[in-house]
């Protein structure tokens, strides 16, 4: 009995020793004082330089929550105030973050040269939904040289706009889940999946590697066929997920809501939902992109059920709907912004007309968001004030 009670006391007293260590607030601590934190607590700190209204040299934010548990080796990101820019820096950037976001609409990707092709500018079909690969890694070098860089959908709908000052934020969707989007050509000797590179994330993941600032990104809207490799599927949505992809609904069939049924509704959207809650559960949006961007109307008997809706028993909520669209939507921090029917452009060349590409750009030209290179604050000329959103609670500053 005696050695009984030993052996508890000793389990009882190894196991406060293992007590988690839980997080404390590091914001009025200096760079000297986080770094002995982190190496008493085995954390690799990355210090990352942002514009604020706090004082110079503050800390702004902690990856870590004060309270979180942390463990051996966790990554802490700590952002660091270089203060606030003055009116004149702001406006010789011309930040304006209420201006448009271009949220580009791709579907195919073919392994084409342009010039084989019976149309416009790397067009594979007449209405341009269809491109070749050539002209996607043009498309990409003009948004980047442009001074565009990608955010995520889920980012943007939600006000958290991560790009450096100067620069835009532009959206990349993908709809259809065509094979030709990440195409496996086998696997490797460990198993996992060999991607073409000619595919669409073969040329995403080749511009990552050139342009390591782009924040490369892009979003994969797929039906009940996923990416039809049914053989890869599962790896390819966990794959996509674990590398800085996202993936949502584009219905089972690619329904045109407009002659729908309530019933078929909830059955197209939330079998979809199913179907990625089985392989990649809860790492995927919950966002659908519009098959044909119907209905067209929000007022259709469909759209609240395309919102939230019943399927085999379980609820789904959509948290915004993109529509086939034809020029650069709002900002999220416009008072006009919608996320449940966001407007797309179509990725495509027509010489410069009907909302093509080049058409779009050149209308942004005038009017496009431009960073202040802080997610927490909301940087306009003075004559926006009214027109702001802020549902974040931002900081709003006017210059």
């Known amino acids: 009995m005696k050695k009984y009670l030993i052996l508890l006391l000793v389990l009882f007293l190894v196991g406060c020793g293992k007590s988690a260590t839980k997080m404390k607030d590091l914001s009025l601590l200096n760079k000297s004082e986080i770094d002995a934190y982190a190496k008493e607590n085995n954390l690799s700190v990355t210090y990352k330089d942002v514009y604020s209204t706090r004082e110079k040299g503050s800390v702004v934010s902690q990856s870590i929550k004060e309270g979180t548990k942390i463990s051996k080796n966790d990554e802490l990101i700590i952002e660091i105030s270089l203060g606030r820019l003055t009116d004149e820096e702001y406006k010789k950037k011309e930040v304006n973050e209420l201006g448009r976001v271009p949220v580009m609409m791709y579907h195919g990707i073919h392994n084409k040269k342009s010039s084989e092709t019976a149309y416009t500018g790397g067009n594979v079909d007449k209405d341009g939904y269809q491109r070749t690969a050539e002209a996607f890694r043009k498309d990409l070098e003009f948004y980047y040289e442009s001074g565009y860089r990608m955010i995520r959908l889920e980012d943007y709908i939600n006000g958290k706009i991560d790009v450096e000052l100067g620069y835009s934020p532009i959206i990349i969707t993908f709809d259809d889940g065509l094979e030709n989007n990440i195409k496996v050509t086998g696997l490797d000797k460990d198993g996992n999946i060999i991607i073409d590179p000619n595919s669409a994330i ?4 080749e511009f990552k590697k050139k342009h390591p600032d782009a924040n490369v990104t892009a979003t994969f809207f797929v039906t009940g066929d996923i990416f039809n490799q049914e053989e890869y599927n599962e790896k390819i949505l966990k794959w996509l997920v674990n590398n800085g992809y996202d993936v949502g609904n584009h219905t089972w069939t690619h329904v045109n809501f407009k002659n729908a049924s309530i019933e078929t509704t909830q059955k ?16 995927y949006v919950n966002i659908v992109a519009l098959p044909y961007g119907s209905p067209g109307v929000k007022t259709h008997q469909t759209y609240p059920y395309i919102l939230t809706g019943t399927y085999n028993g379980k609820t789904y909520h959509t948290d915004a709907c993109l529509r086939v669209g034809w020029e650069a939507d709002y900002s999220p921090f416009s008072q006009k912004f919608d996320k449940e029917f966001i407007k797309r452009i179509r990725a495509y060349d027509n010489n410069g007309n009907d909302f093509d590409i080049e058409y779009n750009f050149k209308l942004l030209e005038d009017n496009r968001y431009i960073s202040d290179g802080n997610q927490k604050t909301i940087v306009i000329p003075s004559e926006y004030k009214e027109y702001v959103s802020n549902p974040n609670n931002l900081d709003v500053i006017t210059y």
């Open 202 to 205: 073969g040329v995403l993941e």
């Open 268 to 283: 197209e959207v939330g079998s979809v939902y199913e179907l990625l809650e089985k392989y990649i559960p809860g790492k």
